[in-house]
């Protein structure tokens, strides 16, 4: 079987990399891919994920293991980053330039023959043509975020890396982000944006590969990777007319390893989500019982998330 | 995970347009040093310095002119002792670029360095060599247009004095091999310096006060040593451009120097040997940090 962290069609592969820094261990052993469409990479801070987009970028060489991007060593072919667009988590600006100048100037190094018009389009897609001729000095650190988006996408590259994208924006700021990230990878291409922050990632990737103390620690779909923890339980909250009448029936029920009853709710534990979503009805059914809600509490990334930091 | 909401069409495609070369981007690149060496796109203050030491190494060539072309109009007889020749002007020059190096270099590598801007360019298609030839060619760029417009206002100055402007010229065709090559062993080994040192140390503050501390150290105990044995004379590093400017121009200007008589082979050796060492120490420092 594939493992989940390889895809079919992939334009960037990591094979078995490894990266430490003197006794400091940042990655390890780590073996995954990436394609069209966005992939997100989850983890807390110190967890390794930019130490591997710096390496997917070619800044970095991996200690052991290799990388490719479209067949290439990204080290050694400068060439691959005209395809490539990097939003890195540093500042990495020139304060002193317009916003206007600065992205300018990245397309130029990109060797585009109308750097200044890319730069218009670029300004005008994350919303900063009004602000564009004012210095970045100037602006707020959300600004500079769009701004250096704005660098990275000016010569309209099909790998785009963006290492924590939404960190200082606001919520329109970042609603418009993550639909042009969305847009960027509806149109083909490969969008790698790592986060720590879950409900960002749950918004923006079709795909997660969480990363826990250097190791890939999951991936796919977020239902996925749920589904593959067989050894935790699924919570379920459930609120009915008759709690107790509907608790006596599922302790004891073969699907049930749980039952909490409170005062206005109950809480369950199953294995079995799937099954235990298609018996209920009739028990409920058959005991004249009422059932208002029935609502798995740990399919959010967040609680994934959870379960899977407290494994390492 | 959820996929709701709108995917809005922001007509996004990627590009497959013309792109400029790799020389192209090379000479964006110098552009782009070369404002930053003398502070155009920053503020005033930033200008002031460099623009100021401009001034100073071109208005006394300017006096010059003026001073000739008035004793030509009014008939007064001039001294040749008392105008600077081009040899002589390069040491006025060489001590204005030596303070326009101190400060431009650092202002040039620093900030692209601590403030991580590096990325700008290590995560598009020029490599770290490419950056750093770039920012070298544009200070070698600026600092030899600084030393040789005011050699240009002295030879023009002269020749609409002289009888013949274009016979003038034509007198003087050493000038274009002697003046290029003096001024290239004062860029190259001062901005060698200052780049070695701007290139290991994060402030900008202590990287030009090294560099100036530095060199003036070195070249009082060069000349201190030199009583023992006069090629510790080579560890004065102001002393290397100089003597290859006497040789350029055939003369011996360093008679009080101790290392005067040191063959111009020892002078020249030492130099290309410390330059290939700089650009090699230079290049260590910036591949450990890509």
């Known amino acids: 079987m594939t493992s989940p962290a390889l895809v079919p069609n992939a334009i960037i592969e990591v094979n078995d990399v490894s990266k430490w820094f003197g006794d400091k261990v940042a990655n390890s052993k780590l073996t995954c891919s990436f394609g069209p469409g966005v992939t997100g ?92 001729d004012r210095k970045l000095g100037e602006f707020s650190k959300g600004m500079k975020q769009r701004t250096r988006v ?9 790998i785009l890396i963006l290492d924590e994208p939404l960190n200082g924006t606001d919520p329109v700021q970042r609603a418009r982000l993550i639909a042009l990230i969305r847009s960027l990878a509806a149109n083909g291409a490969t969008v790698i944006v790592s986060s720590h922050v879950l409900a960002e990632v749950e918004r923006i990737a079709d795909r ?3 990363m826990t103390n250097g190791r890939l620690a999951a991936a796919g779909n977020v239902e996925a990777i749920r589904a593959a923890m067989i050894d935790i339980p699924y919570k379920v909250r459930i609120d009915a007319d008759d709690l107790r009448g509907l608790g006596a029936l599922l302790i004891g029920h073969p699907l ?10 109950m809480v369950i534990e199953t294995n079995d989500l799937g099954a235990l979503g298609r018996d209920l009805p009739g028990l409920a059914i058959d005991s004249g019982v009422r059932i208002t809600r029935f609502q798995p509490e740990d399919m959010s990334l967040e609680a994934v998330f959870g379960y899977l930091d407290k494994r390492r | ?41 920053k503020r005033a203050r930033n200008k002031a310095f460099p623009f100021s030491l401009v001034a100073l190494a071109i208005l006394p060539a300017l006096g010059v002119v003026v001073i000739q072309v008035v004793a030509k109009i009014f008939g007064l007889p001039l001294s040749g002792d008392v105008l600077l020749d081009d040899r002589e002007y390069f040491d006025w020059t060489s001590q204005l670029i030596f303070f326009f190096v101190a400060v431009a270099v650092p202002n040039l590598l620093i900030p692209d360095r601590v403030e991580n801007v590096l990325l700008v360019y290590t995560s598009r298609p020029p490599t770290i060599n490419t950056y750093l030839v770039a920012r070298l060619v544009a200070m070698a760029i600026s600092v030899g247009v600084f030393l040789m417009i005011p050699q240009l206002v ?32 004062y860029l190259a080994v001062n901005v060698g310096v200052a780049a070695l040192v701007a290139a290991y140390i994060n402030n900008r503050g202590a990287a030009i006060a090294i560099y100036i501390i530095g060199v ?22 102001q002393f290397w451009p100089t003597r290859i400017r006497d040789w350029v121009f055939g003369v011996n200007t360093l008679d009080d120097f101790p290392g005067a008589d040191l063959p111009i082979v020892a002078v020249l050796a030492t130099t290309i040997a ?12 910036y591949r450990k940090l890509i």
């Open chain 2, 216 to 237: 003036n150290v070195l070249n009082g105990v060069g000349i201190g040593l030199s009583s023992i044995n006069e090629y510790f004379s080579l560890l004065s590093i």
């Open chain 1, 150 to 158: 704005a660098a990275a996408i000016a010569h309209r590259p099909d």
């Open chain 2, 154 to 185: 002295l030879l023009i100055g002269e020749a609409l004095i002289s009888p013949s402007f274009f016979g003038h010229l034509a007198d003087n065709l050493a000038f274009w091999w002697r003046v290029p090559l003096t001024s290239f062993a």
């Open chain 1, 41 to 132: 990479l989850l983890g807390p801070n110190g967890a390794g994920k930019t130490t591997l987009l710096r390496m997917l970028a070619g800044l970095t060489q991996p200690s052991t293991g290799s990388i490719s991007v479209d067949g290439l060593d990204p080290r050694g072919h400068p060439k691959l980053f005209e395809r490539v667009g990097l939003v890195p988590e540093e500042d990495a600006v020139y304060e002193f330039l317009t916003a206007r100048q600065y992205v300018t100037y990245a397309a130029q190094l990109t060797g585009l023959a109308d750097p200044s018009q890319a730069a218009a389009d670029a300004l005008a897609t994350v919303q900063l043509t009004e602000s564009a």
């Open chain 1, 256 to 265: 049930i390893t749980s039952v909490a009853i409170g005062n206005s709710e």
């Open chain 2, 274 to 285: 410390f330059l290939t060492l700089a650009v090699a120490l230079i290049l260590r420092r």
């Open chain 2, 1 to 41: 995970m959820t996929s709701e909401g709108a995917v809005f069409d922001l007509g996004y495609e990627q590009y497959r347009g013309p792109r400029l070369s790799d020389r192209q981007v090379f000479w964006r690149m110098v552009i782009d040093g070369l404002k930053k060496s003398v502070g155009i796109g």
């Open chain 1, 208 to 210: 997660v590969l969480a």
